[in-house]
């Protein structure tokens, strides 16, 4: 089987922490399990750059994969439009995405 994963670091340290995670399943890979990975963006971060915490390509590209890798979100001394606390609305993504099950 093949699985394709969206691979979203977001901010502070979710994309060191995702990164060993992706290295743990490029690892884990044999005769009938694959995984391919695509980034995107999402955050506080983001928002500092660009004006807009979670794109529309990236809700796109959720929708679209077969599962999803997510660091972290939210940074202390960054406020959104859509999350007046420290944590993007990217938070509340999920409620646009199916998802099954949300780890820590």
Known sequence: MHYKIAQIG???????VLGEAVRL?????????????EEAEVGAALYR???E???????????AVDA????AAGLPDIRTPTA????PRSRSASSSIS??????
């Open 10 to 16: 977001g901010d502070g340290i979710g994309p060191e």
């Open 25 to 37: 399943l490029e690892a884990s890979q044999r005769d009938g399990l694959r995984f391919s990975f």
């Open 49 to 51: 750059r660009t004006g």
């Open 53 to 63: 915490d979670l794109p529309r390509e990236t809700v796109d590209l959720c929708r």
């Open 68 to 71: 999803i890798l997510f660091g």
């Open 84 to 87: 007046p606390s420290s944590r």
């Open 99 to 104: 998802t099954r099950a949300c780890d820590r």
